[in-house]
């Protein structure tokens, strides 16, 4: 299943590193990355494919925020299609 | 790929414009829960309930988690009660709210609605032993929410029905005077009222529905407010054109979450509500969508124009994003739970007689109004044979919820708290209508030809 993950924070060091070290220790691809620094602001979307991972997905989502919470970073993962649904006819 | 920036553009509209699905709602069918024994039917009727609804909030909360939508509601509304009840041999029907509610705490959800009758015509001695118990059983559930259906376009105004509901919401409020008379929040009377409408007070399972159903209604007052910012000045063809793009946006994805909740309860999806329903929360208000188009206040001179526009925008938006659209789809203008409009008639700005007008051109009717504790029987009848008739006229719904305030005054505030907010009381018109009132019968159905 392809979702979205979007990460949003301050810049600095190893944003990257740790967001897709903890994607790849839950076995989930990345499909495809979009980085810009806005106003000192590190944003970041990626595009995912979680069907591999044994982690069921609501679980991965929560994980991904709780861990971003702790590095005052805001990290979520949505599912693809809400995107499709708003942004697709 | 979807781009980035429509990604933050969803984003935002969740985390700063209040974008939200307000209610996934299932509707459930009692009527195979008839029993001559009624405490056999109530029995029955919460084991239907807790049964079918089982997963409900569970599912709910799943999809929120793994799309990332906030799910504000999630609520149950079944067949009208007194059509249930009426084969029970009883005489009050407080037991069947009091099962309703018991069904509600054991499935999480935040409101059950259907402990309605369908008067229109005429009632049953079921509608009328029904009618009698809405007091004391909105006084002593939690959830039970009720709906009472006085008119309609093909059949007229039951005015006997329509005085009774005037004595009803009264009792409803002595009832619950500790709480600001708070059942009467409760409490929705309707003309035209829809089988497969989502959103509560007024929400009930009708017999035309299928077995079980879900049905969703969207918000999104603050998305709209938003967009509008950025066409300042515009002409009104841009601002409807703006207002078209929005809903069409919230209303996919309310379409998305019905679709996704239904398959994974196994339950039949029947109708995406477009509604815009506001909230006490800043950022989440209709009044100020009205304003942003160039009203110095909700209430003024220009704001039936300014509704009318935004009804028909939103609906037109709506309606190509979803494949069925139901319910009540339109605006919503409770005053008490929409913070532009608490505003204004606080500031005096917004009258009950403007709030009239407004609904001849909005979704639903006069909604959470607070009104001086001492407004009698017959006027609060008055005022719900007004609302019928222009829904009656009109071919639309309407509907009245009023809450006579105990011992409050024109100026005090009523608070319910959460999304039903707090509602400064209006005035009424001091003249009495009694005599009119107590005329009962029915005023007869409308001419659907020669309309001017």
């Known amino acids: 299943m392809r979702a979205i993950v979007t990460v949003l924070g301050k810049d600095r060091v190893g944003i990257m590193s740790l967001v897709c070290s903890l994607l790849a220790e839950r076995n989930v691809n990345i499909l495809d990355i979009s980085q810009t620094i806005l106003q000192d602001y590190f944003t970041m979307v990626m595009l995912v494919d979680a069907s591999e991972s044994a982690l069921p997905f609501a679980e991965l989502a929560a994980l991904l925020a709780a861990e971003g919470e702790k590095r005052d970073l805001d990290i979520r993962a949505q599912r693809e299609d809400i995107f499709n649904a708003m942004h697709r006819i | ?30 009527l195979d829960c008839a029993d001559p024994d009624p405490k056999s039917a109530c029995r029955k009727i919460y084991e239907k309930i807790t ?33 249930v009840a009426g084969a029970s041999q009883c005489e009050s029907y407080v037991p069947f709210a009091v099962a309703m509610d018991d069904a509600a705490k054991a499935t999480g959800i935040n409101f059950i ?35 009472v259906n006085v008119g309609s376009t093909r059949a007229g105004i039951n005015m006997d029905a329509v005085a009774a509901m005037g004595r009803t919401i009264k009792q409803a409020a002595e009832r619950t005077a500790d709480r600001g008379g708070f059942g009467c929040a409760k409490l929705v009377v309707f003309c035209n ?13 009708g017999v035309g529905e299928p077995e079980c159903v879900i049905n969703v209604g969207v918000s999104g007052p603050g998305v709209v407010y938003h967009a509008l910012q950025s066409v300042k000045g515009a002409s009104f063809d841009v601002v409807a054109e703006t207002i078209k793009k929005t809903a069409f946006r919230v209303t996919r994805m309310g379409q998305l979450v019905a679709q996704e909740a ?97 609904t001849c051109v909005c979704s639903v009717g006069l909604d959470m109004i607070a009104v001086p504790g001492d407004t009698s029987a017959a006027t609060i009848s008055a005022i719900i044979a007004d609302e019928a008739a222009i829904g009656m006229v009109n071919s639309k719904t309407t509907a009245v919820r ?31 209508s009694d005599a009119f009132v107590a005329r009962g019968g029915r005023i007869p159905a409308p001419m659907q030809s020669l309309k001017n």
Do not use: W
Not at chain 2, 113 to 134: E, H, M, W, Y
Not at chain 2, 193 to 205: I, L
Not at chain 2, 402 to 429: C, N, Q, R, W, Y
């Open chain 2, 1 to 30: 790929m979807i781009n980035t920036n429509e990604i933050l553009e969803t984003i935002h509209m969740i985390d700063q414009q209040h974008l939200d699905i307000r209610t996934i709602t299932m509707g459930i069918s009692l």
């Open chain 2, 51 to 83: 049964r079918q609804a089982d997963r409900l909030v569970a599912t709910g909360e799943a999809i929120e988690r793994e799309f990332g939508i906030p799910i504000v509601n999630k609520r149950i509304s079944v067949t009208p009660m007194a059509l």
């Open chain 2, 113 to 147: 609605g259907g402990f309605s009758a369908l008067v229109q015509k005429g009632a049953t001695p079921a509608d009328r032993k029904l009618v009698a118990s809405i007091p004391e059983a909105l006084a002593i559930t939690d959830y039970v929410c009720s709906s």
């Open chain 2, 193 to 205: 009222a829809v089988e497969d409408n989502p959103f509560m007070a007024g929400a009930f399972h």
């Open chain 2, 262 to 358: 239904s398959r994974r309860l196994g339950v039949p999806f029947g109708i995406v509500d477009l509604s815009l329903a506001p909230t006490p929360a800043i950022g989440d208000s209709v009044a100020r969508i009205l304003e942003e188009m160039g009203l110095a206040v909700c209430g003024t001179h220009g704001t039936t124009a300014a509704l009318a526009l935004l009804n028909d925008a939103v609906k037109k938006g709506g309606v190509m994003a979803s494949s069925h659209v139901g319910g009540l789809s339109g605006a919503f203008i409770p005053v008490s739970e929409d913070e532009g409009m608490i505003a204004a008639a606080a500031s005096g700005a917004l009258h009950l007689d403007k709030l009239e007008a407004m």
């Open chain 2, 402 to 432: 009023i809450i006579p305030a105990p011992g409050k005054v024109v100026g005090d505030t009523v608070e319910f708290g959460g999304l039903l907010g707090s509602a400064p009381v209006m005035p009424v018109h001091p003249f009495g």
